[in-house]
């Protein structure tokens, strides 16, 4: 079956630009979270989302960054008049349920470049 | 709070040769201790964790928790095993299994 899949794979911004950012996790998969990457750095937890229900959102930067996963499968990670040092690697993770022992797997990534 | 140490950022032997990459880390509850790798091109991917006690493409980690280290051993590295290399935590228990990932390590295996 097919993984983790993110759109897009590379998003040039100009600064002060909106920004959606597009998760599909592994079909049935209860639990979905978003990360950032920034260059030289490992990820760094954003987001978390148990079906449809945002469960914790303590890792989003600012008020700029908006998720959503209104149906429990795809999620959109949003940015909103996005800034130079938003320029990271955007990861979405998937796993089968909530518990803490289910493995995430990870989708490609979204490049985000603000100029 | 957690958090991840991997102290080194590169690391370079001659295929053959022995491998460890350090990862050490700070919780106050019981955790669980993952290595990710990320091949060039390709997505970040499971390699191993410690609850599970296998060896892995000849990768073995094992929780050493009076030293709080979860250090990735091979005995005998090849040129396949360059890569990225992440360490990470998240609690045992509890709903937020969300994962906190060190730094990072690039394994270099020259021929």
């Known amino acids: 079956g097919a993984g983790v899949s993110q759109s897009p794979r590379y998003k040039v911004a100009k600064r002060g630009q909106d920004v959606a950012l597009r998760c599909d996790p592994i079909s049935g998969h209860v639990s979905l979270f978003w990360y950032q990457q920034a260059l030289g750095q490992g990820p760094e937890f954003l987001t978390y989302f148990q079906n449809e229900a945002q469960l914790d959102k303590s890792g989003l930067p600012s008020d700029r960054f908006f998720a959503e996963r209104p149906e429990g499968s795809v999620s959109t990670l949003k940015i909103q008049r996005t800034q130079q040092e938003d320029s990271a690697v955007y990861l979405c993770?998937?796993?089968?349920?909530?518990?803490?022992?289910?493995?995430?797997?990870f989708g490609p990534g979204t490049r985000l470049t603000v100029l | 709070a957690q958090r991840v140490t991997q102290p080194e950022k590169l690391l370079s032997v001659f295929k053959g040769a022995p491998v460890e990459l350090k990862c050490n880390y700070s919780y106050s509850g019981s955790p669980e201790l993952f290595w990710y790798v990320q091949y060039s091109r390709q997505r970040l991917q499971l390699l191993l964790r410690?609850?599970s006690r296998e060896s892995i493409k000849g990768f073995t980690a094992d929780l050493n928790k009076g030293e709080t280290s979860f250090h990735l051993k091979k005995p005998f590295a090849q040129e396949e095993d360059s890569a990225m290399y992440y360490c990470a935590l998240r609690p045992k228990t509890g709903a937020n299994s969300k994962l906190t990932f060190g730094k990072g390590i690039t394994l270099s295996v020259r021929p």
């Open positions: 410690h609850i």
């Open positions: 993770a998937s796993s089968t349920h909530s518990g803490s022992t289910d493995t995430q797997y």
